[in-house]
């Protein structure tokens, strides 16, 4: 997590790998992403960190990375990021802890 | 889920005895809820429905209930709830669907 | 899980109240399933069998239902879904075993 | 939760039934549990009560009434329960919270 | 995952520490594996990508590495190892992407 | 894993950051993991061994240096470290060989 911009395009790298081996599952999952993070009663920036909530309450790194990043650039700042993240220890304890720590060490870093 | 009144009263009797079993660790716990669903960038409405959104990507029920419930509380409406679920399913797959489903018998059966 | 018909027949009916809530979503999701259950390397009813090994190693009572008796409705027999059982046995341990006993359960209820 | 006996009963006549179709698999399961539940530096009705603890973190409800009961069975009590519960509260959060309410209310109507 | 030869070594040193330290346990695991993988409905091969779904679909990279190592092994080729990922994505959602983005490129750089 | 003290490190600065952004949260969630780990029925290093366990069962590598490092500056032994492992693996099958195998690693290169 310390690098996180290095592992984000390993990351990335990856997704276009998985892309190409499984093209219409892949293009039907990112159909889904696109429609669950479009603005509406909460904004795209607000999906993205509520995607985040979820990935540290499930301990996934790698989306931790892929969606602090991508709240980031809708322009989420870091006080709602919080916020989420309390929500996120509040359903997840000691694990979410560890995993909410690493995505607040993301978003700063890739600021 | 079909009885969602009964399930929820059937939760809080048994969340008041594991607080007088462990009244210090759950005093605790209840404060993190408070701080976790207070108004802040996000509503105390939307915090309640991302904690619905985790109780869904983890196929927590009696969280399903006791969030979805929380959220309705607070004002929040359908449209929001069945976006949070679409970001719950983007996460999730297959069981999120699931469960998402019963998030949305819940919340129509509560009203 | 011993009123297996009844409550697959629930999870159904909130299935397609899902699917009226959240259209796009769910119509990419379905195109998901239908590739990852099409006919392959694996045919059909072995994919529905991995599908209820995953929702056995993952505890989803609702996703057993479902993948068991699409596995039956494509053909599979009992040995085939015993073996899937034992890989999420392997996979899964203490908790694996008692979903994998509701599997087995549901798929012979469900004959 | 609320019929625990009858609960614990079902799941045991599936037990039989899983071990009955996969002999080899359940045998040598069934000895990782005789020697994980063993005399040691824990107790047995320790040793039960850690499981109970994780079947609590891990959100598997058969688990739960099936360790709580060995636990009693071997002799825990009351107090040494709700300290492995205070644990996995620690460790899983809201989600721990609902499940310990459930241990807690099988270890009382289970005696 | 990017040095899967030497993350998978290092693993296997673990499995033999762990197997000394708790070898009834682990000589019992082991057995479990043995049948659990062996020539059946499923071919071996087979039964190793379905440990390697479910090894996605619960993201567990050591898992992923070890049982797409096993599969490769025995003969299982890319093709199946995508059919087998697609059912996991469809059970996991976006983490299960992520994880299945990884069991790609353990199998190719594996080879 | 390898370099364990360094990885501990790293999480012990990250739950700096995270105290210092959710001050609120976290010290109501350090207070939990006192009462949690209080010498009872169980002692204190008995209790830090149950969350290693938990966090084994549940796949945290970071929860795992924490508790396995708490457990040792309690006074744990490894045979005790060793039983909880066994544990851990009756109730989470495979990922729990691996994750146990890392507690083990961690344990002794924490000495």
Redesign the interface.
Known sequence: ??NAKENLN??KT??I??SN??P???R??S???K???SN???SSA??EL??S???V????E??IL?HVNAAQRHGA????L?????????????????????A??AFRSLT
Chains 1, 2, 3, 4, 5, 6 share one sequence.
């Open positions: 997590m310390s390993a990351t990856r997704l790998a998985i081996a499984a219409e599952v892949m039907n999952f159909q889904i992403s429609v669950a993070s509406g009663s909460f607000q999906k509520i995607a909530a979820i990935s309450a499930i301990g996934c790698d989306c892929y700042d870091e006080n709602a919080i916020e989420v993240l309390e929500v996120a220890i509040e359903m997840g304890g000691g694990p979410a802890v560890m995993y909410a720590s690493k607040l060490e």
